[in-house]
């Protein structure tokens, strides 16, 4: 694979809207009007992108005016990721291809206060067996493979040139960066291997598979996801400071990214071409926390101390938490559903709600977690009670799935391909 050209913003950008498109595919045309670029550019990253596997012809569209369009649509089983999925009692990993579509999943009981040192043992074992049970399928799958010939097409313009030259130049329009989650995510880590240097890898189970570009590693907060590193997790202290990211990397051999669930989670929402500007992810399931998403893009904050919305005190007297503190959120929370009262839980988390809503203004609450899925309507109908009845407006539903987090773990891998 070309690492220029997927380094490439303009060529990042293009690649997403193809991934947007979808099956139908869009145009180069089409390319050129939303992105900003001229016809000319379009036409060399397309071609890059063809004859690196990643776009292919999607036949054509009647047009307007003149010959039918040639529509590209992007090649998914080009690439795979790994997203993990470390809960407190659970673990899932799945493979997904380079579009998000979950090709392969596994999961098993696991208890977090193990120790890391079993517990990333499991998630190696895991994984390994996960591409291992996956490598014949794909082997056996069928790839489409696109022609690398030339990319001109009846709606492509001139496309004479070398495609050595960078399209970031002349060529980009004002909008250029505008699509998807853009450049706006200035807080998201430095990945310890970049993943398109995997891409460029070929780090693959044999000559005729597509690369497994890396493994997204999803856990519980706090932690430090430009380190790699977790911080003192709520009732499992002994995971702070261990490099998880680190020894993973080295047992696996393969790239790899860790951020805290909701985190992980919220990006998976923000990637889905009809995802709300602005959203929190309230997740409710062995703990209680938010991802952010603030204008495309998931808000973590320089310390990935964001969306700790488990940890909001809501009541002075209350009883203590593991965090240290009383009366907190989820400790509230968690003590509703134990006994029973799913609608009294869901209340208190539409006040935890309420106040991210006030703070930040935001478009949507989104709920997930295992807990609001075995009662989706009782949650969301109890968080949407409490914020009509504080004259809030923001819309509540439930969006978060079984496998939310460990998707969204994946595109902590896939994420930056597409610019993101």
Known sequence: ???????????????????????????????AERTGLTPQAVSKITARLRSEGLAAEAGHRASTGGKPRTVLRLVPTAGYAVGVHLDRDELTTLLTDLAGAVVARRTRALDLGAGAGPVLDAVAEEVRGLLAADSTARATRPDVRPDAGSDAGPDAGSDAGSDAGSDAGSDAGPDARAAGLG??????????????????????????????????????GPLDHRAGVPGRVTGFPEWEGHPVREELARRLGLPVV??????????????RPAAPGSFAYVHLGTGLGAGL????????????????LGHQTVQLD??????????????????????????????????????????????????????????????????????????LTAPVRVAGERDGVAEGAAWLVLAPIFGA
């Open 318 to 391: 209350g009883p203590p938490c593991d965090c240290g503190g009383r009366g907190c959120l989820e400790v509230l929370c968690l003590a509703a559903v134990a006994r029973g009262d799913d609608a009294g839980a869901a209340r208190i988390l539409g006040a935890g709600a309420a106040n991210v809503v006030r703070l930040l203004d935001i478009d949507e609450v989104l709920l997930g977690g295992r807990l609001v899925l075995a009662a989706p309507e009782v949650f969301a109908g109890g968080v949407r009670e409490v914020l009509a009845g504080l004259g």
């Open 293 to 308: 998403v603030l204008g495309g893009a998931p808000l973590r904050g320089d310390r990935t101390g964001a969306g700790e």
């Open 258 to 271: 860790l951020d805290k669930d909701t985190n992980a989670a919220a990006l998976g929402l923000a990637v």
């Open 1 to 31: 694979m070309n690492v220029p050209a997927l380094r490439s913003p303009n060529a990042a950008l293009v690649l997403d809207l193809l991934r947007t498109a979808g099956e139908t595919g869009i145009s180069r045309l089409e390319l």
């Open 183 to 220: 450049s706006a995510v200035e807080s998201a880590p430095a990945p310890a291997f970049a993943p398109a240097a995997g891409l460029a890898a070929g780090l693959a189970s044999g000559p005729d598979l597509a690369p497994v570009l890396g493994v997204g590693v999803a856990m519980p």
